[in-house]
């Protein structure tokens, strides 16, 4: 089956103007994509995450057709995005954290009808959609308020909604959970498990909160200065990375860091100390019970290594 996105030595070079002197400028190249080679299944559920920077953005602006790149080649759903951008328009749903597609003094409901216009969407189609998602988002009792009154966390789910009414097959979300709180976070998490599950939609998720990638997606490429560095899934990557894990214990009182066979203690608060381990090295049984014999023990705990530090670790290494 064809990738649904597909991106092959894409590149993307900018020029630039720097300060060479008092009055003087040069002109210097940048390379905000630098050979990017990926693609992306049919309803799959894809991070891609990188640092400030990293060519994350410009990325999807290529598969938009905002920008077209330097060289190489992209296709999404079958198309070129920089030539048939208006045909690709309506196969595609985006969403931006920091910018709106919705009308900012006008009640929201007439931002959802006027974007029926846009797409030109039947209107009975139009009105189902708008059914089910304002239902799924708990958007009903905000219907009537003008966009600009309603909270961060409603904007999110108004703005998934808009870019979902014309039915998209694809859907890039760029930054979506960017300074929600909690609750919203769970809300617009559980929104897009059950739109890919459900719909079959496929969404390419651009993110610095690592915990989105870690409970929505299957996939996760990374890239670094327009390059891909690791590309797999969390599991693979935690795997390759993140090959520790940390034994938390509670003594019954302080005591200096524990001197124990293939363990390293990384951290010490009063009574409590953490003790990081390769699982290929000893088991946590074992270390259990070396810390045991040293010392009395009252409670104890387990973690796995999470995805900012492996995230963290790839990038150190490089």
Known sequence: MEPHVELR???KTFTV???????RRRRVEVHAVDG????VDRAELCGYIGPNGAGKSTTIKMLTGILVPTSGVIRVAGLDPSRARLQLTRRIGVVFGQRTQLWWDLPLRDSFDLLRHVYRVPAGRHRANVTELVELLGLGPLLATPVRQLSLGQRMRAELTAALLHDPEILYLDEPTIGLDVVSKAAVRQFLLEV???RGV?????THDLADIERLCSRVVIIDHGRVISDGTVADIKSRFGDHRTLVVDLAEPTAPLVVDHAEVVRVEGPRQWLRFRPGDTTAAALIAEVAARAPLEDLAIEETGIDEVVRRIYTER
């Open 9 to 11: 030595d894409v590149r």
């Open 17 to 23: 103007r720097e300060r060479a002197g008092a009055v």
């Open 36 to 39: 990017i080679s990926l693609s």
């Open 196 to 198: 890919n599950r459900e």
């Open 202 to 206: 496929t969404i390419l998720l651009t």
